[in-house]
């Protein structure tokens, strides 16, 4: 297997402030006891509340924080121990904070990962010319990085986290704060990466979209623990979550009996709600009422994540 | 070792080169900054010649004497300062979690904080404490003999060293003093004095201040008393004079130490 996760667990000591100059040390478990393996090109979202353990994983991963307990390996690496020799295995894009020189034009940053990672110059210039073309970063490569917006420096980010052909790509919140264009092109161009590189893949989000176009698998973390592994549709089954259809008609009518298992949870005006399951396709549904309604409008919405892990959780802990 | 010191040289220029051409960008206010920087410290030299103005000597010191006293010390820390000076800003990159990104990079994490915010302007201290090391040098009464020649850059070098050794104690030590929690307990304990100023005040004047005094004074005042024909403070035996490399290297270690550490606890305890 190519990251193998046995056992790992990371215990932080917080000390609290209990009275004058007494204080108290607690314990604070951010992963406990997590195992899990990945195989060489797999594509894994891996979710969870905020505090719940990613982060920490993905530092233990990337050789930033030193695990506790349990067995760590990332391409037969330790990668606490081998820090720097790991760093030439991996790619890793933080989300919230840019790697590029503010104030340089965005080529120089990609000059100085060409030198620090000693990536030989043929394949250097290659990987450059192929990454830059499939994000359509060519005509900014002079400009200076404060100048780019968010989504163009977020591809900047991306391309100067793969210049030295990583095998495993982390990405911590790739699409957050990007506008819609941004995200579908940064999506679009890591399932490529996926399938013609056969780059392993492994992705913290908020957002369900990235998941669901991206990870045929998907890993959910709550307390630490993990709660879930699996495909996608299978959080749904287990979550027991819904879609939400959103059906606008011509006119005011009773509340659509659309038979199966979707049921109408809410009626305002023209313009009703229905539920039915995530495991389940809406096109029949969508094909059964447009066949007996007057239809002019509808969407479909996905459930948040919040909710599909909380229930979850509800479930872990009351079985 | 010795490989692990060559990339951490070569990630250094690497990095400090990408500031260079960074600061290069704004090139007025570069400039600008240097005069500046050339100027206050100028100042610095100017009170010791105001005193002079005044009094024929100082403690039974010269005014060429004490500017000897004075270029060594300022060319030393200038030095150390240039190498490592912005290393002080290592506290804000934990804060803010950009550290984890040099975590990540295939170079030694010492290196590449030593050379973040690598700034040119502090050539101005080296140049304005080597005018007046080579002034005082060429009006010291001295007779320069060969063993007294060697010693000069000896005693630059090493100074500069501990001056570094001292600067990345002094960054190890904001691997601990994160914990802002802890920070806090120290100044609301230590009294409210202490809160009426900025504790970035405290952090950098202690440490320049306070610190670098001690080494400093083994490895200044000693030789230079050999330099200049004056008695040895506390009576020291003659070898002492030969000693800074020796301190140097001790206080390398013990900065290494430290250093590790704080590295250690850090990657143990993240933000």
């Known amino acids: 297997m190519f990251i193998e996760v046995d056992g790992v667990e990371k215990v932080f000591e917080v000390r609290k402030k209990t009275g004058f100059l007494k204080r108290e040390r607690r314990q604070v478990r951010a992963v406990d006891t997590l195992s899990f393996t990945v195989a060489r090109g797999e594509m894994v979202g891996y979710i969870g509340p905020n505090g719940a353990g990613k982060s920490t994983t993905i530092k233990m991963l990337t050789g930033i924080l030193t695990p506790s307990a349990g067995r760590l390996r990332v391409a037969g690496i330790d990668p606490s121990r081998e820090r720097t020799r790991l760093a030439h295995r991996i790619g890793v894009v933080f989300g919230q904070r840019t790697t590029l020189w503010w104030d340089l034009p965005l080529i120089d940053s990609y000059r100085l990962m060409h030198r620090m990672y000693r990536i030989p110059d043929a394949r250097y210039a290659e990987n450059l010319d192929r990454l830059v073309e499939l994000l359509d970063l060519g005509a900014l490569l002079d400009v200076p990085v404060r100048q780019l917006s968010l989504g163009q420096r977020m591809r900047g980010d991306i391309v100067a986290a793969l210049l030295h052909d990583p095998d495993v790509l982390y990405l911590d919140e790739p699409t957050i704060g990007l506008d819609v264009i941004s995200k579908a092109r940064v999506r679009e161009f890591l399932r490529e990466l996926n399938v013609e590189r056969g780059t392993t893949v492994l992705l913290t989000t908020h957002d369900l979209q990235d998941i669901e176009q991206l990870c045929s698998r998907v890993m959910v973390i709550d307390h630490g623990r993990l709660m879930y592994d699996g495909p996608l549709a299978g959080l749904h089954e287990v979550g027991e979550s819904e879609r939400t259809l959103v059906v606008d008609l011509e006119r005011e009518l009773p509340p659509i009996e659309a038979g199966g298992s979707a049921r109408v949870v809410r009626v305002e005006g023209p313009r009703q709600w229905l539920a039915f399951p995530a495991s389940e396709s809406a096109a029949p549904l969508v094909a059964r009422i447009a066949a007996e309604y007057p239809l002019v409008d509808l969407s479909v919405r996905e459930p948040d994540i919040e909710s599909v892990i909380a229930t979850i959780y509800a479930e872990r802990t009351t079985a | ?271």
């Not at chain 2, 002080?88 to 050379?115: N, W």
């Not at chain 2, 003659?238 to 290297?249: D, F, G, I, M, Y």
């Open chain 2, 1 to 271: 070792m010795g490989e692990r010191a060559l990339e951490g040289l070569r990630a250094y220029r690497l990095i400090a080169g990408m500031w260079v051409r960074s600061t290069m960008i704004y090139r007025t206010s570069f400039l600008l900054t240097v005069a500046g920087n050339l100027l206050v410290t100028g100042l610095d030299f100017a009170t010791i010649l105001l005193m002079f103005t005044r009094v024929d000597s100082l403690g039974g010191w010269s005014l060429p004497e004490v500017a000897f006293l004075y270029g060594l010390s300022a060319t030393a820390f200038g030095v150390a300062d240039l190498v490592l000076g912005s290393m002080d800003v290592l506290g804000s990159r934990i804060r803010d979690g950009s550290f984890d990104t040099l975590l990540v990079r295939p170079a030694p994490v010492l290196a590449q904080v030593g050379a973040d915010r690598f700034a040119l302007r502090r050539l101005g201290r080296i140049s304005q404490g080597g005018v007046v090391l080579g002034w005082a040098a060429l009006s010291v009464d001295v007779h320069w003999s060969a063993a007294k020649l060697l010693l000069l850059p000896l005693m630059v070098g090493s100074g500069a060293v501990i001056f570094c050794a001292l600067f990345v104690a002094g960054a190890a030590f904001q691997f601990l003093a994160q914990d802002a929690a802890e920070v806090q307990n120290a100044f609301t304990y230590g009294g409210t004095t202490l809160l009426q100023y900025p504790p970035t005040v405290f952090g950098r004047d202690f440490v320049r201040g306070v610190t670098f005094m001690l080494p400093l004074a083994f490895v200044n005042w000693v030789p230079a008393a050999y330099v200049l024909g004056r008695p040895y403070p506390l009576r020291l035996p003659e070898w002492t004079v030969w000693s800074p490399p020796l301190v140097a290297a001790v206080c390398c270690a013990l900065a290494g130490l430290a250093w590790r550490a704080g590295l250690r606890s850090y990657r143990s305890t993240g933000s």
